[in-house]
């Protein structure tokens, strides 16, 4: 099991940038899927954005262009580099890990490794944007 711990969050005006960071620890490896998952109050959890262990990375289409999701394997990280935020951006925003790498056909059609492959969950961190 891998443990999952975020940072970064914060409240900030539209137009505004945050960085998120998780940390991985316990068998977390360079081969496994990861994502950024987010929650808003009332809604259900959606993906944001995912990366392979090749640092391919799937982006939803609500975030691409503003969102650059990345990891470094040797730290053992997860970033989302978060620009251009809209109100609509708020939310719980959660780090995740799936036990493979991700789908490789579904990453060629432009989409994500669904949510129920992903195993491991940090505890998520706050991401409030105003307008």
């Known amino acids: 099991q891998v443990q999952l711990v975020e940072s970064g969050g914060g409240s900030v005006q539209a137009g505004g940038s945050l960085r998120l960071s998780c940390a991985a620890s316990?068998?977390?490896?360079?081969?496994?899927?990861m994502g950024w998952f987010r929650q808003a109050s009332g809604q259900e959890r959606e993906g944001v954005a995912t990366?392979?262990?090749?640092?391919?990375?799937v982006y939803a289409a609500s975030v691409k262009g503003r969102f650059t999701i990345s990891r470094d394997n040797a730290k053992n990280s997860l970033s989302l580099q978060m620009d251009n935020l809209k109100p609509d951006d708020t939310a719980m925003y959660y780090c995740?890990?799936?036990?493979?790498?991700?789908?490789?056909?579904?990453?060629?059609?432009?989409?994500?490794?669904?949510?129920?492959?992903?195993?491991?969950w940090g505890q998520g961190t706050q991401v409030t944007v105003s307008s």
């Open positions: 995740a890990a799936a036990e493979d790498d991700c789908m490789t056909e579904l990453r060629g059609l432009g989409l994500m490794t669904p949510m129920h492959l992903f195993h491991s």
């Open positions: 990366i392979d262990s090749y640092n391919t990375p």
């Open positions: 316990g068998s977390a490896g360079s081969t496994q899927c």
